[in-house]
Antibody
Framework: QVQLVESGGGVVQPGGSLRLSCAASGFTFSSYGMHWVRQAPGKGLEWVAF????????YYADSVKGRFTISRDNSKNTLYLQMNSLRAEDTAVYYC?????????????????WGQGTLVTVSS | DIQMTQSPSSVSASVGDRVTITCRAS??????LAWYQQKPGKAPKLLIY???SLQSGVPSRFSGSGSGTDFTLTISSLQPEDFATYYC?????????FGQGTKLEIK
């Protein structure tokens, strides 16, 4: 079955960097757009970034633009999120999520399924 | 950005009750709306997409309706496993945005 497993979370100081990974299995990874969505402790959901199935287009939330970079390696079935210049307000559980339908441009799609999430804590 | 507003923010109900949650978009989004269920400590789960399409494996007591700016999620007869937080999400344009969530609690 479809499985998404995030890793790479942890505690980092403000201004630091972290790279998250999402290992995908159970589907043709190279056919689906992928997203990162985060959830601060006790708060709601915030979409972070999207990458097209072939990596040709990327979109970001304004809150992370210029600091975060989404990428993918279709040969390794893995999604990444490089996070630089981290701030306290970036503290959250980060989920990767797959597009519901293949070959989409990204905005016209849904998140299904989601990984279990990885916690990023930005604190001194 | 498109703002999504859910109401109510929380609701108390009993097993067997019919519950309706509403979601309003700040501008028209056609049928580009999804509903997710999230239980404590777990990832969200897709319930409804394209405003009214039931995701495979989701019980038929869940239904969605609406188009344009006003949408509803209805649970026809609450079951114990339905007590959770529900989020709407628009997919009309980037950035994807979510409602603030509706917590469904046991009365």
């Amino acid at each position: 079955q479809v499985q998404l497993v995030e890793s790479g979370g942890g505690v980092v100081q403000p201004g630091g960097s972290l790279r998250l990974s999402c290992a995908a299995s159970g589907f043709t990874f190279s056919s689906y757009g992928m997203h990162w969505v985060r959830q601060a402790p006790g708060k709601g959901l915030e979409w972070v970034a999207f990458i097209r199935y072939d990596g040709s287009n990327k979109y970001y939330a304004d809150s992370v633009k210029g600091r975060f970079t989404i990428s993918r390696d279709n040969s390794k079935n893995t999604l990444y999120l490089q996070m630089n210049s981290l701030r306290a307000e970036d503290t959250a559980v980060y989920y990767c999520a797959k597009d519901r339908f293949p070959y989409s441009s990204g905005w016209d799609n849904w998140f299904d399924p989601w990984g279990q999430g990885t916690l990023v804590t930005v604190s001194s | 950005d498109i703002q999504m507003t859910q109401s109510p923010s929380s609701v108390s109900a009993s097993v067997g009750d019919r519950v309706t949650i509403t979601c309003r978009a700040s501008q028209g989004i056609s049928s580009w709306l999804a509903w997710y269920q999230q239980k404590p400590g777990k990832a969200p789960k897709l319930l409804i997409y394209a405003a009214s399409s039931l995701q495979s494996g989701v019980p038929s007591r869940f239904s969605g309706s609406g188009s344009g700016t006003d949408f509803t999620l209805t649970i026809s007869s609450l079951q114990p496993e339905d007590f959770a937080t529900y989020y709407c999400q628009q997919a009309n344009s980037f950035p994807h945005t979510f409602g603030q969530g509706t917590k469904l609690e046991i009365k």
